[in-house]
């Protein structure tokens, strides 16, 4: 006897406990610098708590929609998004911020089509994998019509430039792949093809190269090129078991760069200790293991791989993010999910949480 | 086929799931390094930054009292900084502060040769010594305010306003219950341009002002208080007693106008003071009650008309077996009405109430005046008491409970109970804190009088006062709590002390009590006075009494409130301190006098005189005297002439006189 499961509050609850933590987060990290800069000590806090109700509404909307809805959709929304990450590029039309064009301004708000182009991509994937059923063992049907829509999309995103965002979509991609049925072979051959350009795309750029370096060695120049993550250390570090406090964090105030966006973890680490980075490294942790039950047990193979593509593509961003604020990782710009500011990466990330949700609801498991 | 497919991408997508538990787990590992194993280091480094932060102390807000006093404000006061990289030579900059400083030259000066940006030179700097100091305008040296607590009135309300540490954390009492209210936001001084470069912070510039917190209005009224910690001092020493309580409520509201404590302490320097004395008896002591407990007992039995007012209790003649016991009256009574139970705080009465009672319904009685559970007073640290559950009252068990042994209570839970008897019957939450505001007026917190239940019925509630009345009313046991001008309900409390080592009624240890409310008709106070271990005399109503009397006399008279009832002709005019209790000739004369001997006093001749002229001479000196009856005196003990000791046995019987 098989019956459905309805909702997954499990993942209900985690993601709305983590939206709600980062609204906390970005208003601790940011009200001085916001004081400083805009008069404001509350204006990061208001404006992610309007993306977080947008994204809520976001998450919603996409509950209630059949997902067999995005089979349909899936080319179109890859199409215009590959279209989007085109006008990004176009001087005037897109925004730069940081020597990078990664916005697009619209009138009253401006959004980042890297975040969306990630979904359309596990969207088309979902879609095409289904229909091909077991054609993906084929090189030339399964796989490599996806490498040439991901290096499409790789260039684009690179153009911007956003690494992060490139390398975290190419790892979704074959882990994707992998699931689906894709011999190991040619995954690990495309992964050996692609270190060179990685490294091309590393070494030729200096600021990349310079990050490395100072990954490889932060001591060199401590207060330059190592500054990122030793602060980032001093901050999680500094934070021992119980941490300083909620708002009592110093690092924040002009040390650590970017303190509410890619280093907002540096601050949980320093104003809630070791406990509060247990907490939520154990939210994401179970977030992410629901998403994949979901995939395991999803009616069919488009739910199937939809569902593990987006705990996927959460998981990865969740990890990357914190394993650079710990010092695993070199640094990148990549938002820790649901707690980063960033309107556009939230209600994304919420929509697609939406979507997973839905399948999670048509789940059937043997009872 | 198919399902061998899906079955390979299950089993792959379960590898996928391994693989991020995998990096989980590296994660949670690297947190763990990075916060436990090295937190040293990072300690360490962030002290080395180049660019220093350093938090500003906000100021707490101030805590006032009813009438707008501060009891304990923050100044504002200048603390001098160095920061070493800036000073072009130390010894000589160190030569001309130390002696402005009063310290050595030696200390200073290694000081500011350490290895850190920012060192303070001194905290808290007297205002012409900070201008001496900046008038001397040296590179690298400099001032930031500071504040520092400080607590004007003294020992005025101690306990209740509490005491700070040294950096502005409350400790103890309304410090300490609204401390994340009062504490204000922390600023931040960035002492260094900061290690890119950037033009955000400069040397010494204030990045974050620190603002200042909430300030408390209490209920406390700062005169009143001022009386019940005078007239508490009065009675403790007075009796050669440990410690003291002295609690005055507002019956009908449940606001707390005085909550005295003995021994007390100066909280500008709580340091110094040993812990007993700093701790807040009124709510985080507990003691057995003994007969005020009567009032609840007699009230209970009366509200589910067991018993209605004009029954008699036949008392037994002083001892009486009950639950494998016998238990006694300290003097001996044939048949007492109810009332007289109470005025003459019978406990074979009060145990044959309870019988009649029966556990169940005096339990319930008991919980529904509050005992066994916080008053929720919005000050720290209050407990219980003690009150078993009915179930487990065992043999002689309902009949102590009646009379207040067995059980404990706090001394705000005995006066919000009577209140609850003055009031009409209504348990009221107690408060403190009336309100609680910001620096721009903005109430944060506005509290109000809070009903908590009824408990007794109005009709109940006035019948019980009314017994209260005859309590100070001539042969009560209780007549120097009587108030001169009003009407008076109280009942006296005499409790054996529990020995903590021997688990058992101490032979010599008392509490002595006495609770009321004044005037009967309207009450305006509800007033507790509690002598812990008195060695004059033991009884409530020798000791705790004139506390009552002068503290309810002297707060009415501040308040204002006109006399119910027709003043004596000696009454003193409203508001000039009553007489110092000595003898006065003229009367000794009339009434007869101790004489002081090599062994104590010379019992006079009572023979005749009135129950209110015996207590006039016995008091004065300080002797225990049970009075038996009521009208003239015939019989005493002992004998006219003989010597008596203060720890003697004195009673005198009246009967009616024609």
């Known amino acids: ?367 | 086929m198919r399902d061998d497919r899906e079955k390979w991408a299950r089993i792959r997508i379960r590898i996928v799931g391994t693989v991020f538990a995998g990096v989980f787990v590296l994660v949670a590992a690297r947190a763990f390094y990075l916060q436990i194993v090295k937190k040293d280091t990072w300690v360490k480094l962030a002290g080395r930054q180049h660019q220093k932060i350093v938090p500003l102390t906000p100021a707490r807000g101030t805590i006032y009292d009813s009438t707008g006093a501060s009891l304990a404000v923050s100044i504002e006061m200048d603390s001098c900084f160095a920061e070493p990289d800036g000073i072009e030579n130390i010894p000589e900059v160190a030569a001309r502060l130390a002696p402005l400083l009063n310290i050595s030259k030696q200390e200073l000066e290694k000081k500011l040769k350490g290895s850190k940006n920012f060192v303070w030179v001194q905290r808290h700097l007297a205002p012409d010594l900070a201008k001496k100091i900046k008038d001397l305008g040296i590179d690298g040296i400099g001032f930031v305010k500071e504040t520092r607590r400080f607590y004007p009135n003294s020992e005025v309300a101690a306990h209740v306003v509490g005491f700070t540490g040294l950096d502005p954390q409350g400790l103890e009492g309304v410090e300490l219950k609204y401390n994340s209210m009062m504490l204000g936001n922390t600023g931040y001084l960035v002492t260094e341009r900061d290690a890119l470069g950037r033009d955000i912070a400069l040397k010494g510039q204030v990045v974050k002002k620190s603002s200042k917190g909430a300030n408390v209005f209490l209920t406390v009224d700062k005169n009143i208080q001022y009386i019940a910690e005078k007239e508490l001092t009065k009675a403790v020493t007075g009796s050669r007693a440990t410690a003291g309580i002295a609690l005055v409520m507002e019956p009908q509201t449940g606001k707390i106008l005085a909550m005295a404590n003995y021994p007390s302490f100066n909280p500008n320097a709580y340091r110094h003071y040993a812990p007993q004395c700093l701790r807040n008896r009124a709510v985080a002591d507990s003691f057995e009650p003994g007969s005020t407990f009567k009032v609840f007992l007699i009230a209970a039995a009366l509200e589910e008309k067991v018993v209605s007012q004009n029954d008699t209790l036949n008392c037994e003649g002083g001892s009486y077996a009950v639950g494998g016991r016998t238990i006694h009256d300290t003097h001996k009574y044939g048949s007492l009405k109810i009332s007289e139970v109470l005025k003459y705080s019978s406990n074979i009465g009060a145990a044959k109430i309870g019988a009649k009672l029966g556990p169940q319904r005096l339990f319930s009685y008991l919980k529904g005046f509050g005992f066994g559970d916080r008053t929720e007073i919005d000050l720290p640290g209050e407990v219980t008491g003690y009150l078993r559950d009915n179930s487990q009252w065992y043999g002689i068990d309902l009949a102590t409970i009646s009379f207040g042994q067995g059980i404990s209570l706090s001394a705000i839970q005995l006066a919000t109970a009577v209140s609850a008897v003055a009031n009409g019957g209504n348990l009221m939450k107690p408060y403190i804190v009336d309100r609680v505001s910001d620096n721009n007026g903005t109430i944060l917190q506005q509290s109000y009088p809070q009903i908590r239940r009824r408990v007794i019925s109005q009709k109940t509630a006035s019948t019980i006062a009314k017994m209260m009345e005859g309590v100070t009313d001539e042969g009560g046991t209780g007549t120097k709590a009587s108030v001169d001008g009003f009407t008076v309900a109280g009942k006296t409390g005499t409790a054996q002390k529990v020995d903590p080592l021997t688990r058992r009624y101490s032979a010599s240890k008392r509490t002595a009590s006495f609770v009321g409310f004044v005037p009967v008709e309207q009450p305006r106070l509800t007033i507790l006075v509690v002598i812990d271990e008195p060695k004059t005399s033991s009884y409530g109503g020798v000791v705790a009494a004139p506390a009552f009397s002068e503290i309810a006399m002297q707060s009415l008279c501040y308040l204002k409130a006109p006399p119910g009832k027709p003043l004596k002709a000696k009454a003193q005019p409203p508001g000039s301190p009553l007489p110092p209790p000595k003898v006065q000739p003229a009367l000794q004369a009339e009434e007869g006098t101790f004489e002081l001997g090599d062994e104590g006093y010379a019992m006079p001749d009572f023979r005749g005189k009135s129950m209110r002229q015996v207590l006039r001479v016995m008091g004065k000196r300080d002797l225990n005297v049970k009075l038996i009856g009521s009208g003239r005196a015939v019989e005493q003990n002992p004998q006219p002439g003989q010597k008596i000791k203060v720890s003697d046995q004195v009673w005198v019987r009246f009967v009616p006189s024609a």
């Open chain 1, 1 to 367: 006897m098989k019956k459905a499961e309805g909702y997954d509050l499990i993942i209900v609850l985690m993601v709305v406990a983590l939206t709600c933590f980062g609204v906390v987060m970005v208003y601790s990290a940011s009200s001085i610098m916001a004081t400083k800069k805009f008069h404001d000590g509350f204006y990061f806090l208001k404006r992610q708590g309007i993306y977080a109700l947008l994204g809520f509404g976001a998450m919603a909307v996409a509950m209630r929609i059949d997902y067999h809805f995005w089979k349909k959709a899936a080319i179109p929304i890859l199409l215009a998004c590959l279209g989007l990450l085109v006008l990004v590029l176009i001087p005037g039309i897109g925004g730069s911020a940081g020597g990078s064009s990664r916005w697009l301004r619209l009138p009253g708000f401006s959004f980042q089509p890297s975040e969306m182009a990630k979904i359309a991509f596990i969207m088309y994937m979902a879609f095409s994998l289904d229909k091909k059923q077991d054609k993906v063992r084929f090189f030339s049907t399964g796989f490599l019509p996806y490498m040439v829509v991901l290096a499409v999309m790789l260039l684009l995103l690179l153009k911007q430039p956003d690494l992060g965002s490139s390398l975290t979509l190419g790892c979704v991609a074959m882990v994707m792949l992998f699931a689906a049925g894709t011999r190991l072979s040619y995954i690990l051959s495309m992964l050996l093809l692609a270190l060179p350009f990685l490294y091309y795309a590393i070494m030729h750029v200096d600021y990349r190269r310079r990050r490395i370096m100072a990954f490889l060695n932060p001591w060199e120049d401590p207060s330059n090129t190592g500054f990122q993550i030793i602060q980032s250390w001093i901050a999680v570090g500094t934070g021992g078991v119980f941490g300083q406090g909620l708002g009592e964090g110093k690092q924040k105030l002009f040390y650590l760069p970017e303190a509410h966006t890619d280093f907002i973890f540096s601050v949980v680490g320093e104003e809630l200790g070791f406990i509060g980075v247990m907490v939520i490294v154990a939210m994401f942790f179970l977030l992410i293991q629901r998403g994949i039950r979901v995939a395991l047990y999803a009616e069919d193979n488009f739910g199937r791989s939809l569902a593990f593509g987006i705990s996927t593509l959460v998981g990865l961003e969740a990890f990357v993010n914190i394993a650079v604020v710990t010092g695993i990782f070199p640094t990148k710009g990549l938002a820790l999910p649901f707690i980063s500011y960033g309107g556009s990466s939230l209600i994304i990330t919420l929509f697609a949480v939406g979507i997973l949700l839905n399948i999670s609801s048509r789940v059937r498991v043997l009872s």
